[in-house]
């Protein structure tokens, strides 16, 4: 899957600009601070209908400005069909997504058009952060490759709330309908995050090393707050048995909220004795898994990849692991689209070719430059 063409209006620092895209990759030149990872954020936008860097909205547009406009062209591999997408948003907090005209009411159907995997600096989080940093990368993965999975979290989280009201407002006499509610919601969350956990397990170790060339086993463990392959009845037991605890703290002490993984390497906790480059070489792999988890689990006839966005991610690793690093992204010939931010004094040009789409970036300002 690849954006072809992106139209930008009054979003961030940019006024206005039309870009031709198209697969492969595409590098964006410039000092920071001067549009390079707004342009990432509005193809973000144009994925899942928000932005990774902030859950206001408000905060989009150009200063000055009631609203913002995004649109893009965009063509599955092997489709000659170009379909559109569009949001437009307004300061009075409207917001209109449309894909080919038609308006959609849940940024869920999102996922199944063209989704993306940004890779920036705050991912270090999943590797070096608190448990619920972890939590949000896994099910932000379950979500991408199972859409009911995400319907499925917004139920549980649903009932945890009604729950935790309950507990703080002593209505325990609605307790055992919830629990039975939060028994079947998580006991199936559960189920989705074992198969995703050895999905990483498979294959997180391997890339790792390959970049690290550490000679030994870093890997990741899933640690889930409930025992692992408990039933519905046997979770429903454990709610009744920590009901006490839970009415004396009024909130819910157990549960997939409460879920952990834990980097390991020789049987220890990775996090806890790890340099801060390698835990973010870890959180680069955990996304480059999740880029390829995706065009393995895909339904399409062909593997299709996900809109990979790169924010100056690869300033911490070296020559030699950057081109490891580079081994593992997908080829462009397979469809794959790669958007890379580069400090002008990096040496972009190693890493490009003919092929490769150059914009230079300055005060929101988009000028193309040739690649080699």
């Not at 463990?221 to 392959?229: C, G």
């Not at 801060?276 to 680069?284: D, K, N």
Request: aromatic fraction near 12%.
């Amino acid at each position: 899957m690849a954006f072809e063409q992106i139209r930008i209006a009054r979003f961030r620092n940019i006024e206005e600009t039309e870009l031709e895209l198209g697969a492969g990759n595409i590098f964006l030149l410039g000092e920071n601070g001067q549009g390079k990872t707004n342009f990432l954020e509005a193809l973000y936008c144009l994925s899942y209908g928000n932005s990774f860097r902030t859950h206001q909205d408000r905060e989009l547009p150009m200063h000055g400005s009631p609203e913002f406009l995004l649109r893009a062209q965009w063509r599955e591999i092997n489709s000659p069909a170009q379909e559109q997408i569009s949001i437009r948003y307004s300061i009075e907090g409207r917001k209109e997504i449309r894909i080919n005209d038609k308006l959609l009411s849940d940024r869920k159907e999102l996922v199944a058009h063209n989704p993306a995997v940004v890779f920036c600096h705050e991912d270090l989080a999943f590797a070096a952060g608190v448990p619920e940093e972890r939590r949000f990368f896994f099910d932000q993965c379950a979500g991408m490759l199972w859409l009911d999975y995400i319907d499925l979290l917004r139920f549980y989280r649903r009932v945890l709330k009604h729950r935790n009201i309950a507990l703080k407002t002593d209505t325990f006499s609605i307790l055992d309908t919830l629990d039975e509610q939060l028994a079947q919601y998580g006991h199936e969350i559960m189920a989705y995050r074992k198969r995703l956990s050895q999905l990483f397990i498979a294959r997180f170790p391997q890339m790792y090393e390959l970049v690290s060339q550490l000679g030994t086993e870093v890997s990741i463990r899933y640690s889930p707050s409930w025992p692992l392959d408990s039933s519905k009845e046997e979770i429903m037991a454990l709610l009744a048995e920590y009901r006490t605890k839970d009415i004396e703290a009024a909130t819910s002490l157990s549960g997939p909220h409460r879920d952990r993984w834990i980097f390991t390497r020789e049987g220890r906790n990775f996090a806890a004795f790890a340099s801060t480059g390698q835990l973010r070489l870890a959180s680069l792999i955990l996304r480059i898994v999740q880029v390829h988890l995706y065009a393995e689990l895909s339904a399409a006839e062909v593997r299709c990849y996900p809109v990979l966005l790169l924010d100056d991610v690869l300033l911490e690793l070296d020559v030699a692991k950057r081109r490891r690093f580079f081994s593992l992204l997908p080829a462009k010939d397979a469809g794959a689209q790669a958007v890379f931010t580069f400090l002008p004094e990096e040496p972009w040009r190693e890493y490009a070719d003919e092929s490769t789409i150059v914009y230079r970036v300055s005060n929101g300002r988009f000028s193309r430059e040739e690649s080699r």
